[in-house]
């Protein structure tokens, strides 16, 4: 790229900036909110929320979760909502406002820092999603964004992690290592541009799910897959106190991955699918299954803590080991 | 320092942190709040707050806002929370919940991590701010703290920067350029410390006055100052549509700047001293002189934007400009 003074940050600043991302949010935004005070003061003020409020912090980091070469502006943007959103939707809560904190070198392009906020507000609009504040500072070198986000329950329903019973059916959204297959993709060629790489790059939230799930009250326990769905589950059984059995023929591939994979590797241990798993007692599965498009039952909790297992087709066992997916 | 395999954040790893980080916050936390679900699942569940939510992100980062030469881990988890709090003591609220994003080198020792909670607790022990959830991530090198907070307004009372009114008295807490004159000791000595390093590395923010003027409404607008006297000033200026008239001789200096500087230089234009510049209407004058101590009428807003002007001992005028402060 080439580089001119005239459309860096250094150029116009920490306030120019936020005119421009004014400007920017303005032509794109058609959610206005009467109730809020937004971008522009030292606090944002929101008005009438639900009594039960959810907030929550992600980042992502230049390097650790995220490279240029293989990640543009535009889905940087989406991806840093998506990984809050999803946090929200792991409570079964509704997500309603963000802030962005963007560190970024100051030579970093206008038109780089439009894109970003413009893939933002491309998922922030599907969502209804509200961005009300935050800052831009600066770095020497890496990109840092954190986003913090604002949610409310529906009906004071909310599901932690440790809310499984035994018994209980073990469900989840969608497909399971679409998202670390599109990155192994990406690292080989950083050009290429599939069904994987867009979910690795442009994950969507499940917060569909999560509300209908909220709003009535649904789950025991929720979690969202960001490190793999092996991790995930023990992270439910762990805080639940209880054993998972999964089965291995129930958990959810997508036809495109199973064209090019004959193993499970990617599906139990690749991470970033932003998925929703989920504990459903006996007397709402029937709900859940008519309610959900696109969820999958993939095994159940059982009463004693033995980890996570996962039964064959031919009825054998075996223990599956946590560990957490790293992107870089 | 010396470095060893044991103590630090790879050896541990992010889950391990996170219930070291709930031992150190239990062992300091004195104000647990049976009405919210903290740190450990996907987002964290605050119950019963006011109608009215105040929420800002601020991010500090290494070389732009600090160095670790010059603030230690203790003084930075202070001043992450500091700066935050300044925020909604800006609006005239009250700080509630905190957040931290905290990105450092997987090097980074535990023993310094601890520190950082430490010190952010001890500042939120006194603001009765509970930290309620984050996350740490990996970088390649420098360390960046974002902290999101929520707060809440009093009897839905809140300040804006753009609620000024002609004819409003100026009010400022506390004495300028304390901070930015510690920041040049350090920068000339890294190992002092007073009164003028603290007040950069340990800022006080103002949350106690903010909850008399937000409980009585007593301010039309209001400001906290981290880029210097004068550039928030103008911010007030510009976004109420008037002008303001400082008088040089109501400017407070403390003592201890008095007797080392003549000229006003770090008072008007040295930054980080996180002190509330408000405006208040004739009618609560006295009451804001009277219900808080440490606070001083330095001038007026005029009817006119025409910027921010001072008039000297002698009755002259002279126009300031407005410049932003920057650290390093």
């Known amino acids: 790229m080439c580089d001119t003074n005239t459309d860096d940050l250094k150029n116009i600043g920490e306030f120019g900036l936020i005119e421009n991302i004014k400007s920017w949010l303005d032509s794109k935004d058609s959610n206005i909110d009467a109730n809020v005070v937004g971008i522009g003061d030292d606090a944002a003020v929101i008005n009438k929320i639900s009594d039960k409020i959810l907030t929550s912090i992600d980042t992502l980091v230049e390097g650790t979760h995220f490279t ?111 998202a670390a297959f599109g990155l192994k993709q990406l690292l080989l060629d950083k050009l290429v541009k599939n069904y994987f790489t867009d979910r690795f790059n442009k994950p969507m939230p499940r917060f569909l799910e999560a509300k209908i799930l909220g709003e009535k009250n649904l789950a025991n326990a929720m979690i969202d897959v960001s490190d793999g769905l092996v991790f995930s589950l023990y992270e439910i059984a762990e805080k639940s106190n209880l054993g998972i059995l999964i089965e291995k023929n129930k958990i959810p591939i997508s036809q495109q991955l199973q064209k090019i994979l004959k193993n499970l590797d990617y599906a139990l241990y690749g991470g970033e699918d932003y998925e929703l798993i989920f504990t459903v007692s006996e007397k709402n599965i029937n709900e859940v299954v008519n309610s959900l498009k696109n969820v999958n039952i993939i095994g159940n909790m059982t009463d004693v803590f033995a980890g996570v297992r996962m039964k064959s087709e031919n009825d054998k066992t075996e223990n599956l080991v946590k560990k957490g997916y790293s992107a870089f």
């Not at 949610?151 to 497909?175: H, Q």
Request: aromatic share 10%; hydrophobic share 40%; charged share 20%.
């Open 68 to 178: 240029r070469d293989i990640t543009n502006f535009h889905e940087l943007g989406w991806k840093s909502l998506a990984v809050n959103i999803s946090d929200i939707a792991a409570m079964g809560g509704i997500p309603k406002y963000a802030l962005i904190s963007f560190a970024c070198p100051e030579g970093t392009k206008i038109e780089n820092l439009k894109q970003f906020y413009f893939g933002f507000q491309e998922l922030a609009k599907l969502a209804k999603v509200r961005l009300i504040g935050g800052d831009t500072v600066k770095t020497s070198e890496k990109i840092v964004v954190s986003v913090s986000i604002i949610g409310e329950t529906i009906n004071g329903n909310y599901f932690l992690r440790s809310g499984a019973k035994a018994g209980d059916f073990v469900c989840v959204t969608g497909t399971f290592g679409d």
